[in-house]
C-alpha cells in the first residue's frame, strides 16, 4: 500500500525525481485531508460537549442547589418534570411502536410476498423521510381532534371504572388504571397525542433494523422447523423471534433515543405543563425537554438560556448513553445494517 | 395468503401411537373465501354495534370490525382446524393488520398534506403559484395572500451551505476510514471515529441546535445574533454523520482488485483514490449524499433557534435572520386562526387590500408543508434515479 514503494518503478523518461516527489506531495495532502477530517470529527464533539458544558455552568452556579439561597431557582425543580416527560412520552410511543414495528417486519420479511417485500419497505422508509414538523401539522390539526372520541372513551371506561378499594393505603379509590384516569379536556393536546405521532416516526427506524435481523435468520433452521410440521407462525415463534431478539432490543433503543430528542412533534401537539402526573389524557401536564427548549428559546437570554442548555446538555448526555447501548448490542448480536 | 395453503406442510401426528396420520381437526383446509366472510361478517357486526350505540363512522367501523375479524376467524378456525392452524390465522391477520396500521398515517398525512396543501398553492391570489413566488412583507391579520419564496430561498442557502461544509468532511473520513485506518495508530484511530461518528448519528437536532447557537453566542457582542450560517453550522453537525455512513458503505463495495491494479500500473494513492475509487463508487456515494441532503432539508428544531424568522428575501448567510420552509411551517401553525372583521383586510400602510379568511395562516402552513414534502420527495426520487441508472454492475 505504501506508496514510496511505487513510485520509483514508474518508467518517467523526464526528471523522475520531480514527478516522484509531485506524487508524494499529492499523497502526503490527501492523507493530511483524510485525517484531518478524521480528527475533525474528534473535535467537533469534543466542542459539543465544551460549549454545552461551559454555557450551562452559570445555571448551575446560580441554582438553588450550589448557592443554597431559598429565593434562587432549583436546578432539580425545573429539570426533573422535563427528564420525566420527556421519558414517559419517549415510553408510551415505544409500547406503541415496538409490537407494530415487529409486525411490519415480519410482514416484509415473512408474510409479503417476495416480489412485493422491497416496494412495500420503501413505502416504510418513506415514512421516515416526512419531516417531523410536517408531521407535526398533521398530528396538531388533523389527528388531535380524530382521537377526541377515543380518548374520552378510555377516560370513561378503563380509567374510572376499576379502582383500587378504598382501604388500600395511597391509592385507595384510584383507578387502577391511572394512565387514562383524570380529566381530558378538548382539544385534546395532550401527551397521548404527541405519543402517538412519536410512534408513527419511530416505526421506520425500529422496522428498518427488525426486518435486517428477521431475513438473516438461518435459512435451514426455518426449514427445520417446517418440516417438522410447524405453522408458519410457529416457525416464526420458535426460530426467528429467538434468532432476532437482541436486534429487536437494539432496534428498541434506536427508536428510544430518537424519540427522547424528537422536538417538533412534542412542540406542536402537547400543551405545556410541569408535573409528575401519569395521566397522560389530560392537557397541560407534561412537556418534554426538547420541547421546552424550542418553545422558550426566542425569549431567553443569561441565565434562563444557560438554563436552556443545561437541560440540552442532560438530553444529550441521555440520549448518548442510550444510543452507546444500542450500539454495543447490535456489535455483540452481530447485526448489519 | 391463504392460497399457499396447499404448498403448506401435512399436519403431524400428535398422539404417537395413533393410527390415524391426518387427524381431521388439526388440518389447513379451510378455502380462502372462507376468511372473506368471517370478515364480512366482522364488519357487519361492528357497523350494526356502531349504530346501536350511534357512533357509526367509516375508521370505527373498519377497526371494529378488524377486531371482530379477528374474533370471528379465530373462533371458526379453531373449530374447524384446531388450534394452532387457528393461532397461525390470528397471527397472519394480526401481522397483516400492523402493516395497514403504518400505512394509515403515511397515506392519511400525504392525503391532507396533499389536499390542504395543494388547494392553497393552486388558490393562491393573485394567481395560481403566486404562492411560490411572493415572500409575507406586508401580510397583516387573516390576509389571504403571501408566499414563501422567501422561506424557500432560505432552506436551499442554509442546505447549500451545509452541505458544502458536510459533504467534503464527510467525503474526507470516509475516505480515511476505508484507505487509510488501516494499521498501527490510524486502526485505533479510525475505530474512534467510528464511534463517535455514531454518537453524532443519535445527537438530538435541538441539541445541535443549542450548539450552533451556543458557539455563536460565544464569540459574539450581540446575544441575539441570528444568522443563516449558524443554522447551515448546526445542520452539518447532523449531516456529516449521515454522509460519512453512507459513503464509507460504498467506498467499501469497490472491489480491491481495482485498486490493487491501479498501483500495479505505478499510480500513486491518491490518484488511485480519485480517478478508481471514487469514480467506480461515485453513483452510491450521490445516493447516499442527495439522501442526507433530502434528510437535513427537513430539520426544523436546529433552525429555530439559530436562524429565527422574517419576512421576505435574505439572500445573505452571513447577516441578519432568514426565514425557512420548516420554521415558516411552525410559525404559521402557531398562529392560528386569524381575525376576521370584515370581508377584507387592509394594510395601513401600503393601502393594499386583501381578502380576509380565518383559515389563512393554517392554510399557508398547509402549503408551506406541500412544498417542503415536494422537495424530499423530488431528492429522494433523484437519489433512487441515481443509484438505479449509473451504478456500476458489478458481480457480486
Same mark, same amino acid.
Not at chain 1, 396538531?140 to 388500600?168: A, C, D, H, Q, R
Not at chain 1, 428559546?297 to 452507546?324: P, Y
Given at each position: 500500500?505504501?506508496?514510496?514503494?511505487?513510485?520509483?518503478?514508474?518508467?518517467?523518461?523526464?526528471?523522475?525525481?520531480?514527478?516522484?516527489?509531485?506524487?508524494?506531495?499529492?499523497?502526503?495532502?490527501?492523507?493530511?485531508?483524510?485525517?484531518?477530517?478524521?480528527?475533525?470529527?474528534?473535535?467537533?464533539?469534543?466542542?459539543?460537549?465544551?460549549?454545552?458544558?461551559?454555557?450551562?455552568?452559570?445555571?448551575?452556579?446560580?441554582?438553588?442547589?450550589?448557592?443554597?439561597?431559598?429565593?434562587?431557582?432549583?436546578?432539580?425543580?425545573?429539570?426533573?418534570?422535563?427528564?420525566?416527560?420527556?421519558?414517559?412520552?419517549?415510553?408510551?410511543?415505544?409500547?406503541?411502536?415496538?409490537?407494530?414495528?415487529?409486525?411490519?417486519?415480519?410482514?416484509?420479511?415473512?408474510?409479503?410476498?417476495?416480489?412485493?417485500?422491497?416496494?412495500?419497505?420503501?413505502?416504510?422508509?418513506?415514512?421516515?423521510?416526512?419531516?417531523?414538523?410536517?408531521?407535526?401539522?398533521?398530528?396538531?390539526?388533523?389527528?388531535?381532534?380524530?382521537?377526541?372520541?377515543?380518548?374520552?372513551?378510555?377516560?370513561?371506561?378503563?380509567?374510572?371504572?376499576?379502582?383500587?378499594?378504598?382501604?388500600?393505603?395511597?391509592?385507595?379509590?384510584?383507578?387502577?388504571?391511572?394512565?387514562?384516569?383524570?380529566?381530558?379536556?378538548?382539544?385534546?393536546?395532550?401527551?397521548?397525542?404527541?405519543?402517538?405521532?412519536?410512534?408513527?416516526?419511530?416505526?421506520?427506524?425500529?422496522?428498518?433494523?427488525?426486518?435486517?435481523?428477521?431475513?438473516?435468520?438461518?435459512?435451514?433452521?426455518?426449514?427445520?422447523?417446517?418440516?417438522?410440521?410447524?405453522?408458519?407462525?410457529?416457525?416464526?415463534?420458535?426460530?426467528?423471534?429467538?434468532?432476532?431478539?437482541?436486534?429487536?432490543?437494539?432496534?428498541?433503543?434506536?427508536?428510544?433515543?430518537?424519540?427522547?430528542?424528537?422536538?417538533?412533534?412534542?412542540?406542536?401537539?402537547?400543551?405545556?405543563?410541569?408535573?409528575?402526573?401519569?395521566?397522560?389524557?389530560?392537557?397541560?401536564?407534561?412537556?418534554?425537554?426538547?420541547?421546552?427548549?424550542?418553545?422558550?428559546?426566542?425569549?431567553?437570554?443569561?441565565?434562563?438560556?444557560?438554563?436552556?442548555?443545561?437541560?440540552?446538555?442532560?438530553?444529550?448526555?441521555?440520549?448518548?448513553?442510550?444510543?452507546?447501548?444500542?450500539?454495543?448490542?447490535?456489535?455483540?448480536?452481530?447485526?448489519?445494517? | 395468503?391463504?392460497?399457499?395453503?396447499?404448498?403448506?406442510?401435512?399436519?403431524?401426528?400428535?398422539?404417537?401411537?395413533?393410527?390415524?396420520?391426518?387427524?381431521?381437526?388439526?388440518?389447513?383446509?379451510?378455502?380462502?373465501?372462507?376468511?372473506?366472510?368471517?370478515?364480512?361478517?366482522?364488519?357487519?357486526?361492528?357497523?350494526?354495534?356502531?349504530?346501536?350505540?350511534?357512533?357509526?363512522?367509516?375508521?370505527?367501523?373498519?377497526?371494529?370490525?378488524?377486531?371482530?375479524?379477528?374474533?370471528?376467524?379465530?373462533?371458526?378456525?379453531?373449530?374447524?382446524?384446531?388450534?394452532?392452524?387457528?393461532?397461525?390465522?390470528?397471527?397472519?391477520?394480526?401481522?397483516?393488520?400492523?402493516?395497514?396500521?403504518?400505512?394509515?398515517?403515511?397515506?392519511?398525512?400525504?392525503?391532507?398534506?396533499?389536499?390542504?396543501?395543494?388547494?392553497?398553492?393552486?388558490?393562491?391570489?393573485?394567481?395560481?403559484?403566486?404562492?411560490?413566488?411572493?415572500?409575507?412583507?406586508?401580510?397583516?391579520?387573516?390576509?389571504?395572500?403571501?408566499?414563501? @419564496?422567501?422561506?424557500?430561498?432560505? *432552506?436551499? $442557502?442554509?442546505?447549500?451551505?451545509?452541505? #458544502?461544509? !458536510? /459533504?467534503?468532511? =464527510? %467525503? &474526507?473520513?470516509?475516505?480515511?476510514?476505508?484507505?487509510?485506518?488501516?494499521?498501527?495508530?490510524?486502526? @485505533?484511530?479510525?475505530?474512534?471515529? *467510528?464511534? $463517535?461518528?455514531?454518537?453524532?448519528?443519535? #445527537?438530538? !437536532? /435541538?441539541?445541535? =441546535? %443549542? &450548539?450552533?447557537?451556543?458557539?455563536?453566542?460565544?464569540?459574539?457582542?450581540?446575544?441575539?445574533?441570528?444568522?443563516?450560517?449558524?443554522?447551515?453550522?448546526? $445542520?452539518?453537525?447532523?449531516?456529516?454523520?449521515?454522509?460519512?455512513?453512507?459513503?464509507?458503505?460504498?467506498?467499501?463495495?469497490?472491489?480491491?482488485?481495482?485498486?490493487?491494479?491501479?498501483?500495479?500500473?505505478?499510480?500513486?494513492?491518491?490518484?488511485?483514490?480519485?480517478?478508481?475509487?471514487?469514480?467506480?463508487?461515485?453513483?452510491?456515494?450521490?445516493?447516499?449524499?442527495?439522501?442526507?441532503?433530502?434528510?437535513?432539508?427537513?430539520?426544523?428544531?436546529?433552525?429555530?433557534?439559530?436562524?429565527?424568522?422574517?419576512?421576505?428575501?435574505?439572500?445573505?448567510?452571513?447577516?441578519?435572520?432568514?426565514?425557512?420552509?420548516?420554521?415558516?411551517?411552525?410559525?404559521?401553525?402557531?398562529?392560528?386562526?386569524?381575525?376576521?372583521?370584515?370581508?377584507?383586510?387592509?394594510?395601513?400602510?401600503?393601502?393594499?387590500?386583501?381578502?380576509?379568511?380565518?383559515?389563512?395562516?393554517?392554510?399557508?402552513?398547509?402549503?408551506?408543508?406541500?412544498?417542503?414534502?415536494?422537495?424530499?420527495?423530488?431528492?429522494?426520487?433523484?437519489?433512487?434515479?441515481?443509484?438505479?441508472?449509473?451504478?456500476?454492475?458489478?458481480?457480486?
Amino acid at each position: 500500500m505504501s506508496t514510496t514503494d511505487v513510485t520509483p518503478k514508474t518508467p518517467e523518461a523526464t526528471s523522475p525525481s520531480m514527478a516522484s516527489s509531485r506524487r508524494r506531495m499529492g499523497d502526503s495532502v490527501f492523507s493530511a485531508l483524510s485525517i484531518g477530517s478524521g480528527l475533525l470529527i474528534f473535535v467537533t464533539l469534543a466542542l459539543v460537549a465544551v460549549f454545552l458544558t461551559t454555557e450551562s455552568m452559570p445555571a448551575v452556579m446560580e441554582s438553588k442547589e450550589i448557592i443554597g439561597d431559598a429565593s434562587a431557582f432549583s436546578l432539580l425543580e425545573t429539570t426533573l418534570p422535563l427528564i420525566f416527560g420527556t421519558i414517559l412520552a419517549a415510553a408510551i410511543a415505544l409500547a406503541i411502536a415496538i409490537p407494530v414495528s415487529i409486525g411490519i417486519a415480519l410482514f416484509i420479511s415473512h408474510y409479503a410476498p417476495r416480489r412485493l417485500a422491497s416496494g412495500l419497505g420503501y413505502m416504510i422508509d418513506l415514512l421516515a423521510a416526512v419531516p417531523s414538523v410536517v408531521y407535526g401539522l398533521w398530528g396538531g390539526i388533523w389527528l388531535v381532534p380524530k382521537l377526541e372520541p377515543l380518548y374520552l372513551f378510555l377516560n370513561s371506561t378503563l380509567g374510572t371504572w376499576p379502582s383500587w378499594p378504598g382501604f388500600v393505603p395511597f391509592v385507595g379509590g384510584e383507578p387502577v388504571v391511572a394512565l387514562f384516569a383524570g380529566d381530558p379536556t378538548a382539544p385534546m393536546r395532550n401527551l397521548a397525542s404527541a405519543a402517538i405521532v412519536l410512534a408513527v416516526m419511530i416505526l421506520p427506524i425500529i422496522t428498518a433494523v427488525a426486518r435486517e435481523i428477521f431475513l438473516q435468520t438461518p435459512r435451514l433452521q426455518e426449514e427445520a422447523a417446517l418440516a417438522l410440521g410447524a405453522t408458519r407462525w410457529e416457525t416464526i415463534r420458535t426460530v426467528v423471534l429467538p434468532f432476532g431478539k437482541s436486534g429487536v432490543v437494539a432496534a428498541s433503543m434506536l427508536g428510544l433515543g430518537r424519540a427522547l430528542g424528537e422536538t417538533m412533534a412534542v412542540l406542536m401537539i402537547l400543551a405545556p405543563g410541569a408535573t409528575f402526573s401519569f395521566h397522560i389524557l389530560e392537557v397541560g401536564m407534561h412537556q418534554s425537554i426538547a420541547a421546552n427548549i424550542a418553545s422558550k428559546q426566542a425569549e431567553a437570554s443569561g441565565t434562563d438560556m444557560s438554563l436552556l442548555i443545561f437541560t440540552g446538555l442532560v438530553l444529550f448526555v441521555l440520549t448518548f448513553i442510550i444510543n452507546a447501548l444500542a450500539r454495543w448490542i447490535v456489535a455483540r448480536s452481530g447485526v448489519k445494517s | 395468503m391463504t392460497t399457499t395453503s396447499t404448498k403448506g406442510p401435512a399436519a403431524p401426528p400428535e398422539q404417537t401411537g395413533s393410527p390415524v396420520l391426518r387427524r381431521p381437526h388439526d388440518e389447513r383446509r379451510l378455502p380462502w373465501f372462507h376468511l372473506v366472510l368471517t370478515g364480512l361478517a366482522g364488519l357487519l357486526v361492528a357497523v350494526a354495534l356502531l349504530a346501536i350505540f350511534d357512533s357509526l363512522s367509516i375508521p370505527a367501523a373498519i377497526l371494529l370490525g378488524f377486531v371482530l375479524h379477528l374474533a370471528f376467524g379465530y373462533l371458526y378456525s379453531r373449530i374447524r382446524e384446531g388450534r394452532r392452524w387457528a393461532t397461525d390465522r390470528l397471527m397472519t391477520l394480526v401481522v397483516i393488520g400492523a402493516f395497514a396500521i403504518a400505512m394509515f398515517p403515511l397515506v392519511s398525512l400525504l392525503w391532507a398534506v396533499i389536499g390542504r396543501g395543494l388547494t392553497r398553492v393552486l388558490a393562491a391570489a393573485p394567481s395560481p403559484f403566486a404562492f411560490w413566488t411572493t415572500d409575507m412583507s406586508g401580510i397583516i391579520g387573516g390576509a389571504e395572500a403571501g408566499g414563501v @419564496v422567501h422561506a424557500t430561498i432560505g *432552506t436551499l $442557502l442554509i442546505t447549500l451551505w451545509a452541505s #458544502i461544509i !458536510s /459533504i467534503p468532511i =464527510g %467525503l &474526507f473520513t470516509a475516505i480515511f476510514l476505508v484507505e487509510y485506518a488501516d494499521q498501527g495508530w490510524r486502526r @485505533v484511530l479510525g475505530q474512534g471515529v *467510528t464511534f $463517535l461518528v455514531d454518537v453524532m448519528t443519535g #445527537i438530538p !437536532s /435541538i441539541v445541535a =441546535g %443549542l &450548539f450552533g447557537l451556543a458557539l455563536f453566542i460565544a464569540f459574539m457582542p450581540d446575544q441575539s445574533v441570528r444568522m443563516g450560517i449558524m443554522g447551515a453550522v448546526a $445542520l452539518s453537525l447532523l449531516m456529516i454523520p449521515t454522509v460519512v455512513r453512507s459513503s464509507e458503505e460504498m467506498l467499501r463495495l469497490v472491489p480491491m482488485d481495482l485498486r490493487e491494479a491501479s498501483y500495479a500500473l505505478g499510480v500513486p494513492k491518491w490518484l488511485t483514490i480519485v480517478k478508481v475509487v471514487l469514480r467506480t463508487a461515485i453513483a452510491g456515494l450521490t445516493t447516499g449524499i442527495t439522501l442526507a441532503i433530502a434528510r437535513v432539508i427537513g430539520e426544523t428544531a436546529p433552525l429555530l433557534l439559530t436562524v429565527g424568522m422574517v419576512t421576505s428575501v435574505n439572500w445573505n448567510m452571513f447577516d441578519g435572520r432568514m426565514a425557512t420552509l420548516p420554521t415558516f411551517i411552525n410559525q404559521q401553525y402557531r398562529a392560528g386562526s386569524a381575525n376576521c372583521m370584515n370581508d377584507t383586510v387592509t394594510n395601513p400602510v401600503t393601502q393594499e387590500v386583501y381578502a380576509c379568511s380565518i383559515t389563512t395562516n393554517i392554510d399557508r402552513a398547509w402549503a408551506a408543508a406541500f412544498t417542503l414534502i415536494v422537495i424530499v420527495m423530488v431528492l429522494n426520487i433523484v437519489a433512487r434515479l441515481v443509484s438505479y441508472y449509473f451504478s456500476p454492475k458489478l458481480t457480486r
